[in-house]
């Protein structure tokens, strides 16, 4: 099984500041099969890239998504108020893991 | 726009079983996959399974076999994951996703709203 880790646990930063979020897998992901989503508190979550870089419908152009082999990077490029949450990495190539999530949260 | 509507919170003591069901709209259901993934209080995402509502395949983890049936009813377009021997730590929010192929795999695109399952003595 492929183990996803996700740095870090809680990021806390201000209202248009840059965020980055790692993504690293336990053995090689094919850029292909590589999701991030988003989750806010009491709901269910909602998809934010795939294929490591392309975003979901009506997603915002700040959110951009790299990467390659094991290391990912999702990276909001100026916080917006709405964009404080909870980020999980997926991988789908090989069944489906998730990463336990990063917490972006109010500075 | 597609959604996927769940079934109410349920109640149910140790050893019993849930059937959540999840009823999807605005796309055609047959052409879409659905996959369970379900949320322990304050917890991670974890991948239950998959089923195609095409031909009926299934593809459940490891953790789950044997517990966990998969099943669909495509004249109501609706989705069910039916869990049994049910034990304090299966207690969670389960939710059903639309899947969609990409590149050959199963991409999770939309979400139902979830359903909360106690389990409780």
């Known amino acids: 099984e492929i183990v996803l880790t996700q740095s870090p646990g809680t990021l806390s930063l201000s209202p248009g500041a840059r965020a980055t979020l790692s993504c690293r897998a336990s053995?090689?992901?094919?850029?292909?099969?590589l999701a991030w989503y988003q989750q806010k508190p009491g709901q269910a979550p909602r998809l934010l890239i795939y294929?490591?870089?392309n975003r979901a419908t009506g997603i915002p152009d700040r959110f951009s998504g790299s990467g390659s082999g094991t290391d990912f990077t999702l990276i909001i490029s100026r916080l917006e108020p709405e964009d404080f949450a909870v980020y999980y990495c997926q991988q789908y190539g090989s069944s489906f893991t998730f990463g336990p999530g990063t917490k972006v949260d109010i500075k | 726009q597609v959604q996927l509507v769940q079934s109410g919170a349920e109640v149910q003591k140790p050893g019993a079983s849930v059937k959540v069901s999840c009823r999807a709209s605005a796309y055609i259901f047959t052409s879409y996959g659905i996959s369970w993934v379900r949320q322990a209080p304050g917890q991670g995402l974890e991948w239950m399974g998959w089923?195609?509502?095409?031909?009926?395949?299934?593809n459940n983890a490891q953790k789950f076999q044997g517990r966990v049936t998969l099943t669909t009813d495509t004249s109501t377009n609706t989705a069910y994951m039916e869990l049994r021997s049910l034990r304090y730590d299966d207690t969670a929010v389960y939710y059903c996703?639309?899947?969609?192929?990409?590149?050959?795999?199963?991409?999770?695109?939309?979400w139902g709203q979830g359903t909360l399952v106690t389990v409780s003595s």
């Open positions: 294929g490591t870089s």
């Open positions: 996703a639309r899947s969609t192929r990409y590149r050959g795999r199963q991409l999770i695109d939309y």
């Open positions: 089923m195609s509502t095409y031909n009926g395949d299934t």
């Open positions: 053995q090689s992901v094919s850029t292909s099969y």
